[in-house]
């Protein structure tokens, strides 16, 4: 199984600030046949399913704001808030789909500082 | 646009064998993989496997000696069973649709043409199931 490990386990940024979670996978999740990382990021608010905020490591699902971006390839991966806004409060989830079973980080909880 | 819509029993007393069913409405069901995932109170999200609509499965393996996920093309719907839960069964179950992307590129002497698998694009609205005597 590939395990991603994600640190911080938990985050307090003040409003407007940066906001940087980190995730490790313990294998490469490049996938060769279309050069992409198998790589994606969610936010969970609570009561809430996961919502779908990055794939491929660094594409912005459809209608997420562009104040969240993600980076890395390989193994390592960030997903960065550049502005901070009270309505990010979340836990926010990596997630490798490379290969089977389909492994989660534990999860980020980002507060307000 | 896409929604999943899910249903069973919440309450389950140990032994006993979970069961839940997840419905895909307004959109494609073929061409897929649906997932199930669950969340234990407070903690984080596990993976337990997923089906496409031929039948193929993937389960993970820390649950695949109990877990059995089918589907019904003809509803466009997707089951979970669990046989003999116990009070670490406890959780919030969710389907999820694992959804593609089409890429058309060529980067050096690479090119890439098809759908591939972004992550998990749409997701049920949560089935809340305790496990308790």
């Known amino acids: 199984d590939i395990v991603m490990t994600q640190s911080p386990d938990s985050l307090a940024v003040s409003l407007g600030e940066r906001a940087t979670i980190n995730c490790k996978s313990s294998?490469?999740?490049?996938?060769?046949?279309?050069?992409?990382?198998?790589l994606s990021w969610y936010q969970q608010k609570p009561g809430q399913p996961p919502k779908l905020l990055i794939y491929?490591?660094?594409t912005r699902e459809s209608g997420v704001p562009d104040r969240f971006s993600g980076g890395g390839s390989g193994t390592d991966f960030t997903l960065t808030i550049s502005s901070l806004q009270a309505e990010d409060v979340a836990i926010y989830y990596c997630?490798?789909?490379?290969?089977?079973?389909?492994?989660f980080g534990q999860g980020t909880k980002l507060e307000i500082k | 646009q896409v929604q999943l819509q899910q249903w069973g029993a919440g309450l389950l007393k140990p032994s006993a064998n979970l069961s839940l069913t997840c419905a895909v409405y307004?959109?494609?069901?073929?061409?897929?993989?649906w997932s199930w995932i669950r969340q234990p109170p407070g903690k984080g999200l596990e993976w337990i496997g997923e089906?496409?609509?031929?039948?193929?499965?993937n389960y993970n393996p820390s649950l695949k000696s109990r877990v059995t996920i089918s589907v019904d093309t003809s509803k466009s719907q997707i089951s979970l069973k669990v046989r003999s839960v116990t009070g670490a069964d406890t959780a919030v179950y969710y389907c999820?649709?694992?959804?593609?992307?089409?890429?058309?590129?060529?980067?050096?002497?690479?090119?890439?043409?098809?759908?591939?698998?972004?992550?998990?694009?749409?997701w049920g609205q949560g089935t809340t199931v305790s496990v308790s005597s």
């Open positions: 999820a649709r694992l959804g593609t992307r089409f890429l058309k590129e060529c980067s050096g002497t690479s090119c890439y043409n098809g759908n591939y698998r972004y992550g998990m694009d749409v």
């Open positions: 307004g959109g494609s069901f073929n061409g897929y993989y």
């Open positions: 089906i496409n609509h031929s039948g193929s499965t």
């Open positions: 294998q490469n999740i490049l996938y060769n046949s279309n050069n992409r990382n198998y």
């Open positions: 491929w490591a660094s």
């Open positions: 997630q490798q789909y490379y290969s089977t079973p389909r492994t």
